[in-house]
């Protein structure tokens, strides 16, 4: 399998590109860093490949067949603030349940507390936040995986164990996956490959 992303153009209102015929792939089991300055467009191109951005002009493909988002989607997102993108409202286990349901080997994979489930996610600090996020993202039938950033607000050993757990399962589900990072040299242990946007991006 195959995530492709062809032509993609996008610009904020009253404002230059941001992103000009930018084409991208990585296949599946296939770990890709992405560098790029700050405000470079590095977080755009992810939410557009991710679904979340729609009024873009270009593809983005699935195996060849344009994505429409419609029920789960295979192309999964994480965000470097995982409090922006979970409901206060709702208990860490609710959050867990409304991607798919989870098993206990998970969470001690995860380093997850049963007894963080039953709690709010204010309750949390960033980094138990995240590894909720991650493992929320990874739906069995997740194909692909972005990282925009996802352990930039981490202590190092909370970073270690995060990359640790989610390469084991991209690895062993064939997941495709997508870091993007300004640290170079975690790039360089993790990845197959490192792309910089400004080579691809026609701005």
Not at 46 to 54: A, D, F, N, Q, V
Not at 92 to 101: G, P, R, V
Request: aromatic share 10%.
């Amino acid at each position: 399998m195959e995530l492709i992303a062809e032509d993609i153009c996008f610009g904020y209102k009253d404002s230059r590109k941001i992103l000009n015929n930018v084409n991208f792939s990585i296949k599946s089991g296939e770990i890709v860093g992405l560098v790029g300055d700050s405000g470079s467009g590095k977080s755009t191109l992810c939410k557009i490949l991710s679904g979340y951005i729609k009024n873009y002009s270009g593809k983005v493909y699935l195996d060849y067949k344009e994505v429409n988002n419609k029920g789960f989607n295979p192309i999964q997102l994480i965000y470097q603030h995982p409090e922006k993108v979970m409901n206060p409202k709702w208990k860490m286990k609710d959050i867990l349940e409304e991607s798919y349901d989870f098993d206990d080997s998970l969470l001690k994979q995860f380093g997850i507390h049963k007894s963080w489930l039953n709690r709010w996610p204010n309750e949390l600090s960033g980094g138990e936040l995240q590894r909720f996020s991650v493992l929320r993202s990874l739906n069995p039938k997740t194909k692909f995986l972005i990282a925009d950033e996802m352990t930039t607000m981490l202590d190092a050993v909370t970073q270690v164990q995060l990359f640790t757990s989610v390469i084991n399962i991209v690895k062993d589900r064939n997941i495709g996956f997508l870091i993007v990072s300004h640290d170079k040299p975690l790039l360089d242990r993790l990845c197959d490959k490192i792309i910089h946007l400004d080579d691809i991006n026609g701005v």
